[in-house]
C-alpha cells in the first residue's frame, strides 16, 4: 500500500491542488475538502529565498489544520525551466530549497535527468519522503517505445511514483498514453495528456490507474489543467455512474 503523508494511494482517484505563493487564507475549508494533496511549485514564487519558502510552507500545513483539523500532504516541486518551470534556478539553489523544505513536505517531484537528482534522492531517503519522477513534454507525445523506456528509466532509479504528462496534439496522443497507463496499472504511475486534447484525459486517466489527477486555484499551471470544484465535482460524477 503506497502512502503519501496519510492518503493511501490507488484505491480511489486524488486531486492534487498545484499553488504557487498564494495567500494561504485562501485555503478554505470548503476548497480543501474538495482535494487529497496539496503541490507546493516553488519555482512560481517570487522571493526564493529560502526562509521565505519555509514559512510559506509553515503557513500552508497551519491553514490546512485550522480548515479540517487535520495534515493534507504537500509535495514540493521546483520545476526546471526546461521542462515548464516559471523560471529558471539554478542546481545549486534548487538543490539547497529542496533540503530545506524537505522536513515540512511528505514528497517532492523532480524531473527523471535532473543533475541534482542524486543529492535529491540522498536527502528523500534519509528524511523518508517519496519522491516523484517526472518527464514532461510541452510539444508532443513522443513514440510508445519512448515512453516505455521512461517508465523503464524511472524504475531504474528507483522513483516511489513516475510522473509522465506530454501534450497531445490529437485524441489519438491521449489514447495512446491512455493505453501504456492501462497496461502500467498498479505501478504507481501519474499520467496525464496535456492541452486541449487532452483535457479528458484529467478526468479519465485516474479510473484506468493515474494515482491522482491535477487541479488549481483559478490560474492553470499547465496546459488543459481545471480548477478544484470542477474537477471534484466531475471525478463524482464518473465515480458515481460507475457504480451504478
Not at 494533496?37 to 529565498?49: H, Q, S
Not at 495512446?176 to 486541449?196: C, Q, T
Not at 491535477?214 to 480548477?227: H, I
Request: charged share 30%.
Amino acid at each position: 500500500m503506497l502512502k503519501i503523508g496519510k492518503a493511501v494511494l490507488g484505491k480511489q482517484p486524488k486531486i492534487v491542488l498545484t499553488i504557487g505563493e498564494i495567500k494561504p487564507h485562501l485555503l478554505k475549508p470548503s476548497l480543501l475538502k474538495k482535494v487529497d494533496i496539496l503541490e507546493v511549485r516553488i519555482d512560481c514564487f517570487k522571493d526564493i529565498e529560502e526562509g521565505n519558502v519555509v514559512s510559506f510552507i509553515w503557513a500552508v500545513k497551519k491553514a490546512c489544520l485550522r480548515a479540517t483539523r487535520k495534515e493534507k500532504p504537500i509535495i514540493a516541486t521546483i520545476r526546471s525551466k526546461k521542462e515548464g518551470g516559471a523560471r529558471y534556478i539554478s542546481p545549486l539553489i534548487r538543490l539547497r530549497l529542496f533540503k530545506a523544505v524537505m522536513p515540512l513536505v511528505d514528497g517532492v517531484d523532480i524531473e527523471i535527468n535532473s543533475p541534482i537528482l542524486r543529492k535529491v534522492f540522498q536527502e528523500v531517503r534519509a528524511k523518508r519522503k517519496k519522491v516523484i519522477l517526472s518527464y514532461h513534454n510541452f510539444k508532443q507525445t513522443p513514440p510508445d517505445n519512448k515512453l516505455k523506456e521512461i517508465i523503464k528509466q524511472a524504475r531504474e532509479k528507483r522513483g516511489d511514483i513516475i510522473k509522465i504528462a506530454c501534450f497531445a496534439k490529437s485524441k489519438k496522443d491521449t489514447l495512446r498514453l491512455l493505453n501504456l497507463l492501462f497496461k502500467h496499472r498498479g505501478k504507481n504511475i501519474v499520467a496525464i495528456s496535456l492541452g486541449e486534447e487532452g483535457i479528458i484525459s484529467r478526468f479519465l486517466f485516474p479510473f484506468f490507474g493515474s494515482l491522482w489527477t491535477y487541479a488549481c486555484l483559478d490560474k492553470p499551471f499547465a496546459p488543459g489543467q481545471m480548477n478544484a470544484a470542477k474537477m471534484r465535482e466531475a471525478l463524482d460524477r464518473i465515480s458515481n455512474c460507475s457504480n451504478v
